[in-house]
């Protein structure tokens, strides 16, 4: 019986280090094929590692060791709050590392796609992973996820506003100096907004009822703010946390004054760039933000090694958690048809804005 038994386990000693070396040579020649098509693309692969060495190697240890954990909770409490949204509207068919996988998935392509298009490849992932999921009640969920966050970008740009010397002046002198054009611009608005509102309520109604099950969370006010606010809080303390550690590491004073210019340029630089993690913009926007407090050179060091170490960290953690919730098989398969289907849906959102100009314009 031992015999026997011994004979069984034997070949499969062997399988399993001809899986394991398969598995060394499958990493290897994906690395080389990506390493190819960066090239091709214009992408000097060699150069962007070594100007990540190059960045870990002058910073203290300790200031990257502070940063990764911050991230981790970063990712981490924003997936919860997801986690939360979805458990409300779908029950046992969510499963915690599936959402948190996903939202790092999402994360990760945010650094590597343009335009935030792996926001839209994760709310597809959550449809194919969530048994009665629907791309409406995902969307419905979004917005509820996106409740704080809005609340927290109002607070930077309100404080912002206040906090520069004549903002007012700035911001209300036209209206000042002209009552009656802003009387006319304001009440057009507001004839404008009413007008698209009889025009597009059935449809507002329509997408709410698909929706709907994406906000179920917010009719439980305290599981809201336990599962959703809370973590949403704790995942934006954690994102001023890195900058802090950031700025420390290059000598920049970290005051909440900083700390809030540097988050309004880059939520800014997100929302008004279209390139790759908002590459290129994002170092102008800090190096803007930080005029006051560091020179040209502190600030553009400072932007290229949180750009750096946070798009190299968020890619490894995305591939850990990949291969952890669904394999590498598993995980690379989803991930490309939600890839294909969120390029898909992009190039339909952006026909039907394109039919709604032609036909406002004719």
Do not use: C
């Not at 690395?31 to 098509?37: E, F, K, R, T, Y």
């Amino acid at each position: 019986m031992t015999h026997a038994t011994s004979r069984t386990d034997e070949p499969r000693g062997r399988a399993a280090a001809r899986v394991h070396w398969g598995r060394i040579l499958h990493w290897v020649v994906i690395v080389a094929i990506i390493a190819a098509l960066a090239n091709l693309l214009g992408w000097d692969i060699r150069a962007w590692f070594s100007d990540l060495w190059d960045t870990i190697k002058a910073i203290d240890p300790a200031y990257l060791v502070g940063a990764v954990l911050l991230m981790l909770v970063q990712t981490n409490a924003a997936a919860y709050s997801w986690y939360g949204i979805l458990k409300y509207a779908y029950g046992d068919a969510v499963r915690p590392l599936d959402i948190f996988a996903a939202y790092a998935v999402s994360v990760a392509l945010n650094n590597i796609l343009p335009a935030n298009l792996g926001t839209l490849v994760m709310m597809i992932m959550f449809t194919t992973l969530i048994a009665g999921a629907s791309f409406s009640g995902i969307l419905g969920g979004y917005a509820v996820q996106k409740i704080f966050f809005t609340v927290a970008g109002t607070f930077v740009y309100l404080y912002l506003f206040l906090t520069v010397g004549g903002s007012f002046d700035i911001g209300f002198g036209w209206i000042r100096e002209n009552p009656a054009a802003t009387i006319v611009v304001f009440g057009g608005g507001a004839l404008l907004i009413v007008m698209l509102m009889r025009t597009f309520w059935p449809r507002i109604l329509a997408w709410w009822e698909n929706a709907k099950d994406g906000g179920a969370v917010l009719t439980h006010p305290r599981a809201y703010f336990g599962h959703v606010f809370l973590p949403s809080f704790v995942s934006w303390v954690a994102m001023l946390g890195g900058i802090a550690v950031f700025l420390a590491a290059y000598s920049i004073p970290v005051t909440f004054d900083t700390l809030m210019h540097v988050a309004g340029g880059n939520s800014a630089a997100n929302m008004t760039s279209v390139t790759p993690g908002g590459v290129g913009v994002t170092q102008a926007w800090n190096v803007a933000s930080l005029q006051h407090v560091a020179t040209t050179d502190q600030a553009t060091a400072y932007s290229v090694a949180k750009q750096l170490v946070n798009t190299s960290w968020n890619i490894l953690f995305a591939l850990v958690m990949l291969v952890w919730a669904w394999g590498w098989g598993g995980g690379k398969a989803l991930v490309a048809k939600s890839y294909d289907d969120a390029k898909k849906k992009q190039a339909e959102q952006a026909e039907k804005r394109r039919q709604q100009k032609q036909a406002a314009a004719g």
